[in-house]
C-alpha cells in the first residue's frame, strides 16, 4: 500500500528545492562501504576507495552511522534553510541538534540494526560530545571523497532544478511531482510515496515541501519525514549517467596560447582530481612543476586544493569547468 501525505494549498505554495552536500554524504558512503561496481559510479569509487585509510577513526564512526540498508539517522539530514547551503551550514545544524533527537533517531537505528556500535553508543550516551566528533569525521570525508568532485556534482544538479523549475512555470507543480520518480505520485491534495515501508509519523505535511535532486541516491528515493521540518524526498537527478566521463577538451591546445601549454595540460588532466604525483607521472612534467603550475592556477582561482590526511587532491573550479565548456 502507498504512504499517503496530504497537503494544503499554503504546503504546495510552499514546496521547494535544495542542492544539499549532506544528502550526498551518506548514499556515497553507503556506495564505497558496498565494496560492488556501480554502473555509473565507479570510475569515481574507484578513484576514491583507495584513499579512505586516510579517514582513520573517522571512518568506523561513519561506518556505524551509515548501515549497508536500512535507515540513517535522520538528524544528519537537517532541513536545507535555502536553496544553496554549505557543508559548513549543514554541519553547524547537526551539531545543534538536541540530545533528545540524537537519542531517539539513534535508538531507532539500534531497533532496525540489532544494536549500535561502540562509537554510536558513545553518541548517544553524551551527545554534546559527540556531535562535533562526527561533523569533523564527515568534514574529513567530503574533503576526500566529494570536495575534489563537487564542482561537477553541482552543475547536475544545479542544471536539475533549473529544469524544474521551468517546468512547473510551464506546466504547474501537479507535473513537476508526477515526472520526478516512479515511486512518487501527486494526485488532488495527496502525495503518495509508493514503496516506503515505514509509516508516516502523520498524515499531513504541515511544513512544505522539499525536493532534493542527488548525484548518489538511488535508484529508488530517500525520504526524511520528521515533524515539525518540512517532508524532504531525495530523488536521483538525470543527468549522472556523464558524470564521470572524462575526455579532453579540445580546447587545450587553443587555451595553451592563453594560458601556457603546461597550465592548459594541467586543467584538462584535471577532469578528474589527483594529485601532484598523479599529474606529473601522467603529464611528464617534474612534480616541482606540476607545483608551481598548480599554484599558478589556485591564484587565477582556475584549481581548488583539498586535503585529507597525507592526499592533498587538485580539482577544477567552476570557472575552469566554464572556460573549459565553449570546446566541448
Known sequence: MPTELLFTAGDLARMRFAVSPMWEVGPSLRLLRSGLP????????EQVRPRLSALGPAYGLLAELVPPTGYVPDFINPAPPGPTPTLAEELAAIRATPAAR????????AEEQGRLGPRLRALHADPR????RLTAAIGT?????LAPYWARIRAVLDAEVLRRARQAAEYGAARVLNDLHAELCWSEDTLRLLHRARPLPGRKAGAGLLLIPSAFTGPGLFTRLAPADPPQVAYPAPGTGGLW???RPPGADALAAVLGRSRALLLAELADPATTTELARRTGLSPSAVSQYLTALRDAHLVSAHRAGRWVLYARTASAEALLAPFG
Open 245 to 247: 566521463e572524462t575526455a
Open 129 to 132: 560530545a559527540g556531535l562535533p
Open 102 to 109: 540524537v537519542r531517539r533517531d539513534l535508538d531507532r537505528l
Open 141 to 145: 570525508y567530503w574533503e576526500l571523497a
Open 38 to 45: 556501480h554502473a555509473v559510479h565507479w570510475p569515481w569509487a
